[in-house]
């Protein structure tokens, strides 16, 4: 199983990314997705998530109104939109999948994670 992230950078505050995050190895349109953030000294924590079928999707409070995460089943890819980035936004992203769990937001839950990709917001 293989969970690759992509598309962080360096970005000024205000601004917008795009990750994606590319799966193979399961079924994906039979797994529950996550997105999690990470800065060092602190637990992970969780961002978005988005179910099996694209249904309803649900945010930390932190991030609701200014991130939104979709999938395409088709081509096994779930992505993370990120607009008007702020400072405290700046972490290690990671995506996710869990099979056994919908609309949790419980790192444990999930079986799989990608290597993680880097997201800077500069002020």
């Known amino acids: 199983v293989q969970l690759q992230a992509s598309g962080g950078g360096l970005v000024q505050a205000e601004g917008s990314l795009r990750l994606s995050c590319a799966v193979s190895?399961?079924?994906?349109?039979?797994?529950?997705m996550g997105w999690f953030r990470q800065v060092p000294g602190k637990e992970r924590e969780f961002v978005a998530g988005?179910?099996?079928?694209?249904?309803?999707?649900y945010y930390a409070d932190s991030v609701k109104g200014r991130f939104f995460t979709s999938r395409d089943n088709a081509k096994n890819t779930v992505y993370l939109q990120m607009n008007s980035l702020k400072p405290e936004d700046t972490a290690v992203y990671y995506c996710?999948?869990?099979?056994?769990?919908?609309?949790?937001?419980?790192?444990?839950?999930?079986?799989?994670w990608g290597q993680g990709t880097q997201v800077t917001v500069s002020s």
């Open positions: 996710a999948a869990t099979r056994n769990y919908v609309g949790t937001r419980r790192a444990v839950d999930y079986a799989y």
């Open positions: 190895g399961l079924t994906f349109s039979s797994y529950n």
């Open positions: 988005v179910p099996w079928n694209g249904g309803s999707t």
